[in-house]
């Protein structure tokens, strides 16, 4: 069965938005005084369920209740600072460089996803945009993964994902769908590399790879 269907990320992936990552995560951290961190020791570190990210960091448990409040000090910096951020500088030329049907799915909120899209000048190019439905984030992808590919009608060995993190991947290989990492968001390159997946530097090379999977 061909792979015709390219899913792609929004965060770290068509959205250059690492800086404010960061920075939202420091304001979150700042709140209940822990460290500050770099955008280097983040790539390393960052992964999902973001909470046990958050506990690494910190150097113990973070719980369910103390998780929220640092999501939503989070999510408060983050759209605070979202005007600052452009899509990555080949984003456009790899949407339109994929030659079959394509969506977006992200692990950010629905309701604010959408509208943010629409405002880059995206609005038309994708079957489908699915963003978080819950109140609170931080969980795997790999559901979301298949009920977004369930409603687009899309077996999952019909689909290739674009994404910048190990949780891209490992939901790909949940649905049965192929991956390329795209080495410019929040995974550490050599993270990405190592881990024995398709990697691109550039998100155009992403969607060449794609093609061949």
């Known amino acids: 069965m061909a792979r015709d269907h390219l899913v792609w990320d929004w965060n770290g ?8 990552v960061v920075s939202s995560t420091n304001a979150a951290f700042a709140a209940i005084g822990g460290p500050e961190v770099d955008a280097d020791s983040h790539r390393r570190s960052f992964r999902r369920p973001i909470a046990e990210y958050y506990g690494e960091v910190l150097g113990r448990v973070v719980d369910a209740h103390e998780f929220q409040r640092l999501d939503e000090v989070f999510h408060e910096a983050y759209r605070v600072g979202l005007t600052s951020c452009s899509l990555a500088a080949d984003a456009t030329a790899a949407i339109k460089a994929w030659p079959g049907d394509q969506s977006l ?8 996803l959408v509208p943010a899209v629409e405002s880059y000048g995206l609005n038309g190019l994708f079957a489908r945009v699915d963003g978080l439905q819950a109140a609170v984030g931080g969980g795997f992808k790999a559901g979301h993964l298949a009920a977004h590919l369930a409603e ?8 290739v994902l674009i994404g910048d993190s190990l949780d891209d991947a490992h939901a790909a290989d949940a649905v049965g769908a192929a991956v390329v990492l795209y080495t410019g968001g929040f995974t550490d390159p050599e993270r990405l590399r190592a881990s024995g997946y398709p990697a691109a530097d550039t998100l155009v090379e992403a969607v060449e790879l794609a ?3």
């Open 152 to 159: 687009l009608g899309v077996a999952g060995e019909r689909a």
């Open 211 to 213: 093609t061949t999977l």
């Open 105 to 112: 799915l992200s692990m950010w909120f629905h309701a604010e």
């Open 13 to 20: 992936t068509l959205l250059d938005d690492l800086s404010l």
